[in-house]
Every structure is written in C-alpha cells, then in structure tokens.
C-alpha cells in the first residue's frame, strides 16, 4: 500500500454505476425476516487498487434514522469486487434475515479508499424500498430472542 497522504491521480473516474436490490424483493417491497442482496456496480480504474476500494452502505429509514452502516473495510480490498471487464467492478452484500420492520428505507452508496476517510464517489438514496411486517410490531427493527420462565434460584439444564 501507498501511504493515505499520497493522493490518487484522478480521483473523478472512480463511480458508482448501478445499484440494484435482489434477493426476495420484488417491485421495491420485501418482508422482514426475507433475504435483501444490495448489487453494486462500479467504475474502478487500475489506480485506485494501488491504495484499494472499499464498498460502504449507509441504511437510511426514509425520515432520516440511520438504522446501520455496512462497509468492506475489514475485508482485503479486491476480496469483495468481482472484476465484469473495462475497470467495471460488482460486489454484493448480503443480509440473509432482514430484522427491519415496516417502513420506507434507502441505502445510500459510497466508493471509500481503503485505510482513509477518502470518499472517492457517492449515490445518496442509490436504492429506495419498503419492508412490510406480518405482525403487528412497531419499532424498528426485530430481534431475536426468548424468554426466560426459569427462577434465578433454579439450575440451567
């Protein structure tokens, strides 16, 4: 790696290209406890693998709530971007049990260069949708978790 206070030539060719939800969404709708996939395409010239890129996902509720951040940050930087040809790059994060209940989200998307603040392109509000619930829960996201009816006096089995 080249030090972070070593600037990368050009930064304005880096771009987010395309932002697509997969997994059981369908028509900009999923239910909670289904698989959200966020698709993300990007224009990553040879240049900025010298510092690497890093992918970062900000889950926004549509009244501004900033719900998580997910980002590549702790994996090896080529790790997560599959190469698709002429420096377009595509990665994929996974959420596998989404915990969101009913409400509007986006995800906004940013290029960041490993191992610094850089923010190298953005797409506020890439990707728009909604999480119907098939309860009657409010709040924001569901947890997973038990009950327990055992007396502090009583042994664990």
Same mark, same amino acid.
């Given at each position: 790696?080249?030090?972070?206070?070593?600037?990368?030539?050009?930064?304005?060719?880096?771009?987010?290209?395309?932002?697509?939800?997969?997994?059981?969404?369908?028509?900009?709708?999923?239910?909670?406890?289904?698989?959200?996939?966020?698709?993300?395409? @990007?224009?990553? &010239?040879?240049?900025?693998? %010298?510092?690497?890129?890093?992918? +970062? #996902? *900000?889950? /926004?509720?549509?009244?501004?709530?900033?719900?998580?951040?997910?980002?590549?940050?702790?994996?090896?930087?080529?790790?997560?971007?599959?190469?698709?040809?002429?420096?377009?790059?595509?990665?994929?994060?996974?959420? @596998?049990?989404? &915990?969101?209940?009913?409400? %509007?989200?986006?995800?906004?998307? +940013? #290029? *960041?260069? /490993?191992?610094?603040?850089?923010?190298?392109?953005?797409?506020?509000?890439?990707?728009?949708?909604?999480?119907?619930?098939?309860?009657?829960?409010?709040?924001?996201?569901?947890?997973?978790?038990?009950?327990?009816?055992?007396?502090?006096?009583?042994?664990?089995?």
């Amino acid at each position: 790696h080249v030090p972070a206070s070593e600037p990368i030539a050009d930064v304005s060719r880096c771009a987010v290209l395309k932002v697509e939800l997969l997994g059981d969404v369908l028509n900009g709708m999923v239910f909670n406890g289904q698989q959200l996939i966020v698709h993300v395409e @990007a224009l990553i &010239p040879a240049a900025f693998w %010298r510092h690497g890129v890093d992918l +970062g #996902l *900000l889950l /926004s509720r549509n009244d501004g709530l900033k719900c998580a951040a997910l980002t590549t940050r702790h994996l090896p930087a080529t790790s997560v971007w599959i190469p698709l040809g002429a420096d377009v790059y595509r990665a994929r994060c996974i959420i @596998a049990d989404l &915990p969101l209940l009913a409400g %509007r989200y986006d995800f906004s998307v +940013g #290029l *960041l260069e /490993s191992g610094s603040p850089l923010v190298l392109a953005q797409v506020h509000r890439a990707a728009v949708f909604e999480v119907r619930s098939s309860g009657w829960d409010v709040a924001l996201m569901r947890i997973e978790h038990s009950w327990s009816t055992q007396d502090d006096n009583d042994s664990a089995t």
